[in-house]
């Protein structure tokens, strides 16, 4: 059914997903999940579907996915979207604190990440979250 997959372009699978999250329609967001948790999905290709959710496409659904990517991603360019990704789906909780606490928990394990940068990053969305708590 969605061929553009399969291109052999990639720019042209990369289009073809921007496309989909412009349509800012949720019914996508189960093709674009199985792009973003496919082994064989080229690492740009990833990168743009998972996108779609930070500019585009806001749907609770992808929640596991995005924490997921925080738990499992090698890329640091790649874990540091999510944060952003999952920083963005936190704020849109209102202030229901409780689900913050529980979607942020993935933050609290990559605190132990070996990579400095990643800490760091860590660091700094939790404490946005704490100040806003304070609030």
Request: proline share 1%.
């Amino acid at each position: 059914m969605y061929d553009f997959i399969n291109d052999e372009s990639i720019e042209i699978v990369k289009e073809s997903i921007r496309l989909l999250g412009r349509l800012e329609n949720k019914d996508f967001t189960l093709i674009l999940k199985n792009i973003i948790e496919s082994k064989e999905t080229n690492d740009s290709v990833k990168e743009c579907a998972v996108d779609q959710f930070w500019w585009n496409i806001t749907d609770d659904r992808m929640l596991e996915t995005l924490k997921n990517l925080i738990r499992f991603e090698r890329s640091l360019k790649s874990v540091s979207r999510q944060f952003m990704h999952l920083e963005k789906y936190c704020r849109l909780f209102n202030n229901d604190f409780d689900k913050i606490d529980l979607e942020i928990e993935v933050l609290f394990e990559a605190l132990n990440d070996k990579r400095a940068p990643v800490r760091k990053q860590v660091a700094d969305v939790l404490s946005y979250q704490l100040i806003r708590k304070k609030v």
